[in-house]
């Protein structure tokens, strides 16, 4: 592995398959699903499968229960809020601990956690307490072990398939949860009038059970070799972004999807768009298609990843997806014609995707086991993180520059900024494996 900078070696992933022979024809473009054949990713990627679709129903049983009870949009903003705080410092917390401990007991009690949780979502709505400082005092404790989980899983990857396999990895988890994306509030919102807004909670807390049946079953994953035993605090946090700072690829890495999402995430301009450009077509109507768009072209992305999930050039890909993101967002903000317009979108959301599955492989390949959850978990705060600063910068240029402009504008700063990057610093473009 060719990474410009200095690595260290590791044991191989837990591995008990036989090598696949080539593909041929078709087969080379459709979704690359090699690492399936591993026994320990395949039960970690199956409870992805499960939980993908469960976890929107409850993101959307939330707002929707407090927007019942208060007839106010502002508090399902404020309840957004109190889950996305505790998220961000348990994330931060999750990656040190989560490079200090077995990946795999730690994954057994957060998933758990977030299967009570959800259970206890279900309790106070059969309850009929009615209650918005319950409703946001769970979410705030589901999202601070999701904060905890999330790192956890994603470094657990590297040690369960091979290094060349993992953009192959990252494009099957990827596809799961952009397709819980669009599936989830579909069936939310078809469930909800046949069985009622508890039973959508108690849904996810039975998926969440399977899930911590297949993490159940996964090798344990303690810290690699003779690691030194340590303590998972505030030294160890900042050591890891110290480490961020000496490696100038996984810097680049965080800063490519900043720029991305930051400056080129245009969803806070959706409902303006749909209410002044698109209005012919019906603002209900409108709206839908603008959300589905990106989300959708993930999701084809995702299930033609064999065209690029194969490739070794790592950096290279990354500049270029988010390149090709800021272009297409720039194109879609230009068009008048609601469909031209969603088709762009959707090219967006396949550079999107191809953007998601190099950054992860950077992540988990040129960053050492010991250091691999802490990465993640700046990965968390950065992905949750990016597109809610997007929402306020998106939303005060809309006001002053019009939809249209704003959205054209921040595609177009996206292609400025990440060509400046990647000619200002080499060691993306040189990242390889």
Not at 61 to 89: E, F, N, R
Not at 118 to 140: E, N
Not at 366 to 372: I, K, S
């Amino acid at each position: 592995m060719d990474t410009s900078e200095s690595s260290t070696t590791e044991p191989g992933p837990i591995r008990e398959e036989a090598k696949a022979p080539p593909r041929r024809g078709w087969r080379r473009w459709a979704m690359d699903t090699r690492p399936l054949r591993i026994p320990a990713y395949r039960r970690l990627w199956t409870s992805t499968v499960v939980t993908a679709v469960g976890s929107q129903l409850t993101a959307v049983a939330v707002p929707k229960q407090i927007y019942d009870i208060t007839h106010s949009s502002a508090w399902v903003g404020y309840a957004s809020l109190a889950g996305l705080v505790p998220m961000v410092v348990f994330a931060l917390w999750g990656g040190a601990v989560a490079d200090t401990v077995d990946r795999r007991r730690l994954l057994l009690v957060t998933n758990s956690g977030i299967a009570v949780t959800s259970l206890l979502f279900w309790a106070q709505a059969i309850a009929g307490l009615d209650s918005v400082v319950v409703l946001m005092l769970l979410l705030a404790l589901q999202q601070a072990f999701f904060g905890l989980n999330s790192p956890a899983r994603n470094a657990s990857v590297a040690r369960l398939v091979p290094v060349e396999e993992l953009p192959a990895a990252n494009a099957l988890s990827s596809t799961v949860m952009q397709t819980g994306l669009v599936a989830g509030p579909l069936l939310a919102g078809v469930l909800i009038p046949v069985i009622g807004l508890p039973e959508l909670y108690l849904i996810d807390a039975l998926a969440l059970c399977v899930t911590v049946w297949a993490v159940f079953r996964l090798p344990a994953l303690p810290p690699l070799g003779d690691a030194p035993a340590r303590r998972a605090g505030i030294r160890q946090i900042a050591d890891g972004f110290a480490y961020i700072s000496r490696h100038k690829v996984l810097l680049l890495s965080f800063l490519a999807d900043i720029v991305a999402m930051v400056f080129g995430m245009p969803r806070a301009l959706f409902p303006q768009l749909a209410a002044q450009t698109y209005q012919s077509y019906g603002e209900g109507l409108a709206l839908g298609v603008l959300f589905a768009g990106i989300p959708v072209g993930a999701v084809l992305g995702g299930l033609f990843s064999g065209v690029f999930s194969r490739a070794r050039r790592h950096g290279w890909m990354v500049i270029g997806a988010v390149v090709g993101w800021g272009v297409a967002v720039a194109a879609s903000g230009l068009s008048g014609n609601l469909w031209i317009a969603m088709a762009f979108l959707a090219l967006a959301g396949v550079a999107d995707m191809v953007s998601m599955v190099f950054r992860g492989a950077i992540l988990l390949s040129a960053a050492t086991d010991e250091m691999r959850g802490r990465m993640q978990g700046v990965f968390t705060v950065v992905v949750a993180g990016g597109p809610r600063l997007a929402d306020v910068l998106h939303g005060t240029a809309g006001s002053v520059f019009g939809p249209r402009a704003a959205v054209a504008g921040g595609g177009a700063l996206v292609v400025v900024v990440m060509l400046s990057l990647a000619a200002a610093v080499p060691a993306l473009r040189r990242y390889r494996i």
